[in-house]
């Protein structure tokens, strides 16, 4: 079982930037594939970024690349979400998800945290 818990979500003007943390605790955190999704009012859940358990491989929804950096630090089990350029589009719950394969993260992650409000007013 993985635990995850997300912070860093708020209120910000379109054009500014946020930074979202996502504090994992359970099993392993160096040997799971983390990402992020988000969830805009009256729509589906979609897939944002991921990064491999090395960092090394960073996969990007093409609505935020460019714009969103995803990274993590598995000495502290965490993963974060730079977030600039905020547009009002961007308006969503942020969840952090976890999963034991990075091919299949983007689709059907294994765990999600409760999710966090980000707010892009313009």
């Known amino acids: 079982q993985v635990q995850l818990e997300e912070s860093g979500g708020g209120l910000v003007q379109a054009g500014g930037s946020l930074r979202l943390s996502c504090a994992a605790s359970?099993?392993?955190?160096?040997?799971?594939?983390m990402g992020w999704f988000r969830q805009a009012p009256g729509k589906e859940r979609e897939f944002v970024a991921a990064?491999?358990?090395?960092?090394?491989?960073?996969t990007y929804a093409d609505s935020v690349k460019g714009r969103f950096i995803i990274s993590r630090e598995n000495t502290k089990n965490a993963a974060y979400l730079q977030m600039n350029s905020l547009k009002s589009e961007d308006t969503a719950v942020y969840y952090c998800?976890?999963?034991?394969?990075?091919?299949?993260?983007?689709?059907?992650?294994?765990?999600w945290g409760q999710g966090t409000q980000v707010t892009v007013s313009s």
């Open positions: 990064i491999s358990w090395d960092g090394g491989r960073k």
């Open positions: 359970g099993r392993t955190f160096g040997s799971i594939q």
């Open positions: 998800v976890v999963d034991n394969r990075y091919d299949t993260l983007a689709r059907r992650p294994d765990y």
